[in-house]
């Protein structure tokens, strides 16, 4: 499989980033064990195993909210990491991730896509007919950006970067599969109003 130079960029910059977060992890069993242990009184390890196999009321719900820390720090953790770690999968080459279709006004959606190098890039959808809406990058860093009025809804959408299918927008609202390429959802509007 040949690596080019955009892809590349992209391994290093997520390294990068992953890196110079990195820090934020070392340690995080200590800092939680203790701060957690500052709220709990000290017991020995003989009351600990009483009140762990005990069936009581008490010990049940002693365990259950050990359960539900230990998710509630899984669960945060996942969604840090999860921001700063792009989906790894099949479907059309990748030379750049797409970044966001977020609302930029009361009816325009502001597509957004990074793609330092390319040529062209244009967003499709079943707002436009899946003809391509052309983005521009008017200063020539690599961010491609276009507005495009849309009503409440429900809309699917690609990028196509170089002739290249872009479909898995990691920002999107949600992903379906047709004709073996994915596509974007994205839903325009409050919840009831239509979208």
Do not use: C
């Not at 992209?10 to 390294?15: F, G, Q, S, V």
């Not at 203790?34 to 709990?40: N, S």
């Not at 391509?132 to 959408?157: C, F, N, Q, V």
């Amino acid at each position: 499989m040949r690596e080019d130079s955009l892809d590349q960029l992209l391994r290093d910059t997520l390294k990068q980033e992953v890196s110079q977060e990195a820090f934020r992890l070392e340690g995080l069993e200590d800092r939680v064990v203790t701060e957690l242990a500052g709220r709990v009184p000290r017991s020995g390890l003989g009351d600990l195993l009483k009140r762990l196999l005990a069936p009581t009321r008490g010990a049940r719900i002693a365990q259950l909210a050990v359960v539900g820390a230990t998710a509630a720090i899984f669960l945060v953790l996942g969604a840090f990491l999860g921001e700063r770690i792009a989906p790894v999968g099949g479907g059309a080459p990748r030379h750049s991730t797409p970044v966001a279709a977020a609302p930029a006004g009361e009816d325009e959606v502001l597509f957004i896509m990074p793609a330092p190098g390319a040529k062209s890039v244009a967003v499709v959808g079943n707002f436009n007919g899946w003809s391509p809406t052309p983005l521009s990058d008017p200063d020539g860093d690599g961010i491609w950006t276009a507005r495009i009025p849309l009503s409440p809804g429900r809309y699917e959408y690609a990028f196509v970067v170089d002739g290249h299918w872009w479909g898995q927008d990691p920002l999107a609202d949600d992903y379906v599969r047709s004709f073996g390429q994915y596509n974007s959802v994205r839903y325009v509007g409050r919840v009831g109003e239509g979208a």
